[in-house]
C-alpha cells in the first residue's frame, strides 16, 4: 500500500531555517499536505500543495515538491519557539483517506 | 478557514461504560468525516471512513460493534466506545472533509478518553 516516511526528529536554532522532508510513494498522489500538532491538540492545516505545482511559498513556509522523486520538503523560514511541534505530511488520491507520515518532531533550541 | 469541533475534549470514565464523542463541521460541510486514534508520540491510525447517511467503513482490526459511528447529518458525526476497557485510553481526533473545492480535510482538537 502507499507509504509516507519522514525523518523523526529536527533540532534548530531559533532563527535558523529548518527543512522537514517526506518522501510518499504513490504517484496517483493529487494532493499533498502538511500539517502541524502542537501538544493535547489536534493537526492544522499548514499548508498544502497540488500534485502538478512544484513549488509553493506562503510567508515563512516553503514547499517544494519534487514529483520524479517522490520527494515534498517543508521549510520554514526564521524558525521561531512556537514553531516547536510535530509536522505530518500527508498525500491524498481523490477521495480516500489522507496516508500521514509518522510525524517529524521540530524542537526549536532557543 | 474551516473549523472542526470535537465534544468532550477529555473524558475519564469507569471500566464498563460507554462514551461518545461528537465531531463537528462548523462553516462547511462534510459529506465525509474521518475518526483517527493517535497513540503516544505515535502516528494517526485511520480507524473508518463515515459517510452521511451510510454506513462507516471501518478499517482492518477495528471493531465495527465496539466503536460505532453514526454520521447523521452533513455537519455531525459520532463516534461511542462501547464497554470501554483500559486499553481504549487514547486520544480520538476526527477529521471532516469539505464537500467543495479541493476536498481538503480539517481536524478537530482531539479527544482524551483515559478508562479506569
Known amino acids: 500500500g502507499e507509504d509516507v516516511e519522514q525523518s523523526l526528529f529536527l533540532s534548530v536554532r531559533e532563527g535558523d531555517s529548518s527543512v522537514i522532508n517526506c518522501t510518499y510513494t504513490d504517484s496517483s498522489s493529487t494532493y499533498l499536505y502538511w500539517y502541524k500538532q502542537e501538544p493535547g491538540a489536534g493537526l492544522q492545516l499548514l499548508t498544502y500543495i497540488f500534485s502538478n505545482m512544484d513549488m509553493k511559498q506562503d510567508q515563512r513556509l516553503t514547499v517544494l515538491l519534487n514529483k520524479k522523486d517522490k520527494h515534498l520538503s517543508l521549510r520554514i523560514a526564521d524558525t521561531q519557539t512556537g514553531d516547536s511541534a510535530i509536522y505530518f505530511c500527508?498525500?491524498?488520491?481523490?477521495?480516500?483517506?489522507?496516508?500521514f507520515g509518522k510525524g517529524t518532531r521540530l524542537s526549536v533550541i532557543a | 478557514g474551516a473549523v472542526v469541533s470535537q465534544h468532550p475534549s477529555r473524558v475519564i470514565c469507569k471500566s464498563g461504560t460507554s462514551v461518545k464523542i461528537e465531531c463537528r463541521s462548523l462553516d462547511f460541510q462534510a459529506t465525509t468525516m474521518f475518526w483517527y486514534r493517535q497513540f503516544p508520540k505515535k502516528s494517526l491510525m485511520l480507524m473508518a471512513t463515515s459517510n452521511e447517511g451510510s454506513k462507516a467503513t471501518y478499517e482492518q482490526g477495528v471493531e465495527k460493534d465496539k466503536f460505532l459511528i453514526n454520521h447523521a447529518s452533513l455537519t455531525l458525526s459520532t463516534l461511542t466506545v462501547t464497554s470501554a476497557h483500559p486499553e481504549d485510553s487514547s486520544f480520538y481526533i476526527c477529521?471532516?472533509?469539505?464537500?467543495?473545492?479541493?476536498?481538503?480535510?480539517?481536524f478537530g482538537p482531539g479527544t482524551r478518553l483515559l478508562v479506569l
Open positions: 500527508a498525500d491524498v488520491e481523490g477521495n480516500t483517506p489522507l496516508v
Open positions: 477529521s471532516a472533509r469539505e464537500q467543495s473545492g479541493r476536498g481538503t480535510q480539517y
